[in-house]
């Protein structure tokens, strides 16, 4: 397989993760979120090749939308695939919509809880509208699922 780039990028108030309401997002911090994203990367690497480094990762976060839309269209070109966890922008953002259907690569929406159970203004996304799939409710386990998505889709194709 080729290396697999992936971008994993994080919208407002995650970095507030294992101390804003954790009875709801759980105890795991933004900074153990990218440790699971590169052990993830790492153990898809060591099960792939001999290689080195076969799926990279790109972790981020930011609370500003102009540097999440930024963030995305940096992406064409250089990444094969977008993990994107909008957080609230995900409900409010046609410029996060128009940046993923500009940049047209695989994306994986990742919400740590299950947004259908939370407050009807949760429900509607409007970045999933660009989204391959969406994965929510499996807390932070979420990333993993959805790195191993995208991997598993590049598998396939390169079948």
């Known amino acids: ?11 407002p108030n ?8 954790p009875e709801v997002y759980g105890c795991a911090t933004v900074d153990d979120v990218e440790q699971l994203c590169l052990q993830t990367a790492e153990e ?8 080195d480094d076969v799926v990279q990762i790109d972790f981020r976060q930011t609370n500003n939308e102009g540097e999440l839309v930024s963030w995305i269209q940096e992406c064409r070109g250089q990444m094969n695939g977008i993990i994107l966890n909008p957080a609230a922008f995900g409900h409010t953002s046609i410029a996060l919509l128009d ?20 407050e009807a203004f949760r ?3 409007y970045t999933a509208q660009a989204a391959i799939g969406v994965i929510c409710g499996f807390g932070v386990r979420g ?3 959805a790195i191993r998505a995208l991997y598993d889709m590049f598998q396939d194709e390169d079948e």
């Open 14 to 21: 995650l970095n507030l993760l294992g101390t804003r309401q």
């Open 1 to 11: 397989m080729t290396r697999l780039k992936i971008a994993v990028f994080n919208g």
């Open 44 to 51: 898809l690497s060591d099960e792939d090749s001999d290689e």
């Open 123 to 125: 429900h509607q996304l």
């Open 143 to 145: 990333y993993q699922m």
């Open 99 to 118: 940046a993923l259907l500009a940049v047209d690569l695989p994306t994986v929406e990742v919400h740590i809880t299950n947004i259908h159970q939370r």
